[in-house]
């Protein structure tokens, strides 16, 4: 995305990869939740779709994109369906070369009328963000044998090629286009190493390797996707899930949502047989990437969270003090930034130049605290919510109207201020009770609703809700993208099943957005980014709540990993079995 790539044309494979890991074997992975439905791609999968097809988490089984990304780097993509690709310094077009050797699991070949395809499939009836892709792209036609070119339009950027390399492709032959948009159990077929070999709908997926797989010694895949046999077991809640996982029914355990091991739960937990023998391995990774931003989401589309002074009195009164010491043993630290620790972030880095030019028309919509970077400076203290910062609330509260009636705070209507907070686990259970508490105090009424996986993703994807908790979709970069878009931009906020769970609809995100993914140069990109930030935490969409800069994993102790991790902290995807 910018600069250089960090590996050379002629590397063999990626820092994080063993390229001599033995295959063979099998693994079990455990989740939480079900499945109905085998592609991906139409707005019916979001809540359904059986993991492992596409899966950010184990590795993308079935389908491939035309390039893969490097975890050990911000934003640099190396060839996989295709081989080489050109592009002109302006990033107009992007022409793609396939490999020759590139085949379906069937054994057809993977052409340039394939990836148009998936284009047009995807702008017919895909969901987003496939969907919206194409208003991008002036045309896409095959211009060899093995080679298709992207012109782009004015809507383009300087990211959007990259996108068009992660974009999977999938097969003309093997789908009907007017059909694409209906939930189906047939195996589909990929390019991927695994083929879906059995299904047993909201139970389990069992994929095998593919023994004909093209790209088994393609740089960027070498020392990935090691195992004979995966299978992926569904289960009803979390703790049927770490239940199993103490059997030994499951290979590895981060959390129910893969996120890593709550720390607490590894002093309180991890005390059964096998992992006191050492058949279980607890182990920690460093993360070199911001933390992912999970937190409470206000809906902004509801009128009661419309007001940004109510949204930032709310916001100080998450008690991350009290939270820390006595949910978290002082084990973490607060998230105030959507880019913390990184030169990314707005956090007491005092608005550059550059920063100050492209936020000028916009200077009502950033907070002076966080302007000048002393905002949050003491945030990540021990200190529990006092009086002072209740009286602050209550102030920001009363200038937006809000008026305490006896022990009950009204709205500027004369209404009670009440709302629910949707939950999905005991974690979050215990974090939103915290808040209700301490809401509690100023007069306002805050009620739990504990929800299973799919009607959570149903009331997400409908924007259904009054608050929740969530992470989802929220991943820690060190090159925030397009993907900001769909995280916070105007269209995406109208869009039913996006990622702006916030329904933030603001011209100035808008156009940092828009900047910072034409930004020419690092500097640049840098100013854009911490504007963006700014703007964001100014807000006050959400209410990040905190982090730790380990993530923690368990695993039974027939597995190995390579000794480099990734910045994300580890890749199940290049893990393998210990010879016997």
Known sequence: MNGEPALPADFTHFPYANPEAPKGGEITY???????????????????????????????????????????????LYGLLAES????????????HLNPNAKWSDGEPVTPEDVIFTYETFAQKGRPPYSSRMARIEKIEKTGAHSVRFTF?????????????????????????????????????????????????????????????WGADIPSMRGFQNYD????????????????????????????????LD?????????FPAAESGDVIVESFDVKIPPAVSGFFFNTRREKFADPRVRRALSMLYDFGWVNKNVYNGQYHRTLSYWQGSELSALGSPATEEEKALLAPYQDKVQPEVMNGTYGAKADGTEEIDRDTMHEALNLLKEAGYEIDGRVLKDPQGNPFTFEILIVSAEQERLAAVFQRTLARLGIQVSLRMLDDAQIQQRKQTYDFDMLISSVGFSGTLSPGIEQIYRWGSEAAKAEGSFNLAGVADPAVDAMIDTMLNARDKEAYVAAVRALDRLLISGAYVIPTQHNT???????????????????????????????
């Open 30 to 76: 455990c989740v939480v939740g079900n499945f109905d439905n085998l592609n991906p791609f139409i707005l019916k999968s979001m809540r359904t779709t059986a993991r492992g097809v596409v899966d950010t988490i184990f590795g993308n089984f079935v389908f491939e994109p035309l390039m893969r990304r490097n975890g050990s780097e911000p934003f640099s």
């Open 85 to 96: 690709v050109e592009m002109d310094e302006d990033r107009t077009f992007a022409e793609f």
């Open 153 to 213: 339009n004015e809507q383009s950027d300087r990211e959007f090629p990259l996108v068009v390399a992660l974009t999977p492709v999938i097969p003309a032959h093997a789908f009907d286009q007017e059909t694409f948009d209906q939930t189906t159990l047939k195996p589909v077929i990929g390019s991927g190493p695994y083929v879906i070999d059995q299904v047993a709908p909201g139970q389990r997926i069992v994929f095998k390797r593919n023994p004909s797989y």
């Open 229 to 260: 046999q995966i299978t992926i077991e569904y289960f009803l809640n979390g703790n049927a899930q770490f239940e199993a996982f103490k059997k030994g029914l499951c290979s590895v355990y981060a959390g129910s949502d893969y996120t890593g």
């Open 263 to 271: 720390p607490n739960s590894i002093a309180r937990d991890f005390n």
């Open 550 to 580: 380990k993530v923690w994993i368990a695993y039974w102790n027939h597995l190995q990993h390579p000794e480099v991790s990734p910045l994300n902290g580890y890749d199940l995807s290049a893990w393998w079995l210990k010879p016997q």
